[in-house]
């Protein structure tokens, strides 16, 4: 009897330290206002109805809220204005060792070019109509024709445009060489002017770009599992695992409360290790999760939570966070 009573006072210590380790009492993290990021600037919406990855967005488009095209400078400085902080844009090599910000591995979709994106110059994809394609109803009008002449960006352009802003770079294929040569892209900045870029996307790219540049933070698909199993494994005691160090972390809402320490530990550890955080929408099951767009979940985040969101729909999320945050 004795020694059961001992054990058990043991197990109830160890689980109340575990559980002390991870509360949030322990963190002297202030009260903030999420760090939002908005998906390819301010962008259309579209019907996400059994969306495949070949599927033409462009073609489904929802009637529009605003002006604005994916992945334009225009749409770019709409987000910011609105109160964005960091960016999504994707990026597509092109034959002219130039990277193109553009979605879509074709232009069929979007615009009246034809073929493989990177199967053009940057000058060429210049002389496109980006807005070509999108239409509302089924392709008997198409409010954008005609208005995105000429607005798809270099990546250049767009550091150019906004010195000092963070961006999130997505690679849009699991080729190691596109990785290399965005390492060497990258690698003619200096430090400070890297330390304002993520860049996330396949396994090999990834792989490249961390190994030609180690102070690049970087998300693949491999380094985000294998920092969630090892966290969830070993995080109870504080450690962070070598996959979650400097990088980014794309977490679904309902996926996040169960990791160690969440919130202010968890995004105390991680900033520890120089990771930035963003927030999802729910996971459920069916693939990754999309941004957090639904503004009914904006009240699902933590009171004074001061991590970071990802969002499709700034404009309809963004009114809701100022008032719910602002105080």
Not at 63 to 80: D, G, K, Q, V, W
Not at 208 to 216: C, E, F, G, N
Not at 247 to 258: C, M, S, Y
Request: charged residues 20%; proline residues 6%.
């Amino acid at each position: 009897m004795r020694k059961r009573t001992i054990f058990f006072t043991c197990v109830t210590v160890a689980l109340g330290g575990i559980w002390l380790n991870n509360s949030s009492l322990l963190s002297s993290r202030p009260a903030g206002f999420p760090a939002v990021l908005a998906h390819r600037g301010l962008a259309q919406d579209f019907d996400r109805t059994d969306l495949g990855s070949d599927t033409c967005t462009a073609s489904r488009m929802l009637p529009p809220r605003h002006a604005h095209l994916e992945n334009t400078i225009a749409s770019m400085e709409a987000a910011f204005a609105l109160g964005a902080d960091a960016l999504e844009l994707d990026v597509q090599p092109t034959t002219d060792g130039k990277f193109a910000v553009f979605h879509d591995w074709t232009l069929d979709c979007r615009t009246e070019g034809k073929g493989e994106t990177r199967g053009h110059s940057m000058t060429e994809l210049k002389t496109l109509d980006i807005g070509y394609g999108y239409t509302a109803d089924g392709g008997k009008t198409y409010p954008f024709r005609g208005k995105g002449i000429g607005m798809m960006p270099s990546l250049d352009e767009v550091l150019s445009h906004f010195p000092a802003r963070r961006f999130n770079i997505n690679v849009k294929s699991n080729d190691p060489h596109e990785g290399e040569a965005l390492a060497n892209w990258l690698a003619k900045l200096t430090p400070a002017e890297r330390g304002y870029l993520s860049v996330y996307g396949g396994d090999k790219p990834i792989a490249a770009v961390k190994a030609a540049l180690p102070d690049m933070h970087t998300l693949s698909r491999a380094s985000l599992t294998q920092c969630i199993a090892r966290y969830a494994a070993l995080g109870w005691s504080g450690y962070v695992p070598d996959a979650c160090r400097q990088g980014i972390l794309l977490i679904p809402i309902n996926v996040a409360k169960w990791m160690w320490g969440w919130p202010d530990r968890f995004l105390d550890r991680m900033q520890d290790v120089d990771t930035r955080v963003y927030l999802l929408g729910p996971y459920s099951g069916g693939g990754f999760s999309q941004g957090l767009d639904d503004p009914q979940l904006i009240n699902q985040l933590p009171d004074g939570y001061s991590g970071g969101i990802s969002t499709d729909a700034l404009d309809r999320v963004m009114p809701v966070i100022k008032q719910r945050f602002a105080s």
